[in-house]
């Protein structure tokens, strides 16, 4: 192991080069100093050229940091990635076709590091059938000049299931907290601990450079063996950046990190508005000790209404990254978790979440349309991509998905999605229960799409189907919305959720 700066790191990146970056979402375990010294070396000198940049979650913080500091025409080749909203500029390059482009779950690209690791073939999964990421139906494909077949439909056992590809890895920019003098590094004030390990480990499978950025550095000897999360065996090069902020927003949580717990006063209570009223409206579907995710967008409203309520110890709330139980952040947060129980590998939490561990899915939804299909991909000439989207929606037990009626004055209920990010066929055909919950209505998965079952009081049919691009089909028993999800007090959840049975347990443990 070397200890570099990262001007230097930059430099052994070539033209044509895959570069593998890991992190995740607003700053979360995001080796910055790495991207912005690559970025000002193609700015200062042309170069490198053409690469490729590999990275399971999205990275950024809106504007020119994290992929932002790649966002410059020629250095870019392509892009893979799970996610774009953190990066709109990368976004606007696929777009303009100046860039390859694809998104692809962001649980299968997880995963797929630990099979690159072990040189297997790659990733055979279900996840992603009947979406866009279906190669039936674009294969992720998110630009035109985007053409490589990056994922196959194959059949395994009688079993449709995709496969998707691997790829040969040249240098790796990681980030941890501490390096010992022997690299080995622990990451214990990040939020996250992602994939870090598995992708040092496939990078150095490829015979590739792997480059950690860390905040500090530490005798050899000096880190207990169990905090060390990549050992020094799979670290080439290590970049000191004392400066190094948790996130882009929060130099440093004691809470994200799990190093203290904050009094549940201290989590944000929302303003009474059509969000909160979302938020509120999905709590309802809560029970003792559900297992939850709770996405990255509307319904991460959840945790502060039911801090607020009193209640956040009741149920687990979950995020893809990694975060087991306390209260999922929101905005440009998103991933990080205030007082964790736990927090495991990204690619542990996707096995859990694939194998249906989730009891209840709320996900926010972009647009919604009249065979029940959802959006959260591309719209409205942006290119988001999907995230933990696609796992998430497909596997758990039953799945709610969340927004406003409308945006900007446009519905949302359109007659057809732009792209399919959640198939509504294909959930009919496993008979997934599905629920889509707005503010002025409340909709289930029908049997031909979605069908209103809840109506805001104060409203009509027709006042809310005049805001939709179609007509629903309307439910027999449809009834009012409770009131006091609009009023200013509190709603009784914790009574609401005591009141409720709870999660069902082995008959094995019932009998003792």
């Not at 991207?35 to 000198?45: T, W």
């Not at 990451?187 to 992602?194: F, I, K, P, R, S």
């Not at 449809?478 to 082995?506: D, H, N, T, V, W």
């Amino acid at each position: 192991m070397r200890k570099v700066t990262a001007q230097q790191a930059a430099s052994l990146v070539r033209d044509g080069d895959t570069l593998l970056i890991g992190g995740s979402g607003g700053g979360h375990a995001v080796p910055d100093a790495l991207l912005a010294a690559l970025g000002a070396r193609f700015s200062e000198s042309g170069a490198p050229r053409g690469i490729t940049a590999l990275h399971p979650v999205g990275v950024g913080d809106g504007g020119s940091r994290g992929l932002g500091h790649l966002a410059q025409k020629g250095l870019l080749r392509r892009n893979i990635a799970g996610s774009y909203v953190n990066s709109p500029p990368i976004g606007a390059m696929a777009l303009a076709d100046e860039i390859e482009a694809w998104s692809l779950p962001q649980g299968a690209l997880s995963q797929l590091m630990r099979e690159m690791a072990a040189g297997r073939m790659g990733l055979f999964t279900k996840t992603g059938l009947h979406s866009f990421v279906d190669p039936r139906f674009g294969g992720g494909r998110q630009s035109p000049s985007a053409k490589e077949d990056l994922v196959e439909l194959v059949t395994l056992r009688g079993e449709e299931m995709l496969f998707f590809k691997p790829y040969h890895v040249d240098i790796a920019f990681l980030r941890g907290t501490t390096a010992d003098e022997d690299g080995n590094v622990s990451m214990e004030q990040e939020a996250v601990t992602l994939e870090m390990l598995s992708e040092a480990q496939a990078t150095k499978r490829c015979g590739g450079i792997v480059v950690v950025q860390v905040k500090r550095m530490v005798r050899r000897g000096s880190l207990h063996p169990k905090m060390v999360k990549i050992p020094g065996i799979l670290v080439d090069l290590v970049v000191l950046a004392p400066d190094q902020e948790q996130t882009f927003l929060t130099p440093y949580s004691p809470s994200y990190s799990g190093e203290f717990r904050v009094p549940l006063d201290d989590i944000p209570r929302l303003k009474l508005d059509a969000r909160k009223i979302v938020a509120r409206r999905g709590t309802l579907e809560l029970f003792p000790g559900a297992i939850c995710n709770l996405g990255s967008g509307i319904f991460t409203g959840i945790a502060n209404v039911a801090a607020e309520e009193g209640c956040l110890d009741a149920i687990c709330l979950t995020n893809e990254q990694g975060n087991i139980g306390g209260a999922p952040a929101s905005g440009g947060e998103a991933g990080a978790a205030m007082n964790p129980d736990a927090q495991v590998d990204q690619p542990y939490q996707f096995d859990f979440y694939d194998g249906g561990g989730l009891d209840l899915a709320f996900l926010s939804f972009a647009e919604f349309d009249a065979a029940g299909n959802v959006n959260v991909s591309r719209f409205g000439g942006r290119i988001i991509g999907p995230g933990g989207f696609i796992n998430i929606s497909q596997n758990a037990q039953r799945v709610i998905f969340g927004g406003t009626l409308t945006a900007g004055g446009k519905p949302k209920a359109v007659a057809q999605v732009e792209q399919v990010t959640f198939s509504g066929a294909f959930a009919r055909e496993r008979g997934q229960p599905v629920l889509y919950v707005t503010e002025a209505a409340v909709f289930r998965l029908g049997e031909s799409g979605p069908e209103m079952t809840e109506i805001a009081p104060g409203l009509t049919v027709e006042e809310v189907c005049g805001r939709m691009g179609f007509r629903p089909a309307i439910a027999p028993d449809l009834r009012e919305m409770e009131a006091r999800l609009f009023a200013e007090a509190q709603i009784g959840l914790a009574a609401r959720i005591a009141g409720r049975p709870a999660k069902a347990q082995s008959p094995r443990l019932a009998a003792l």
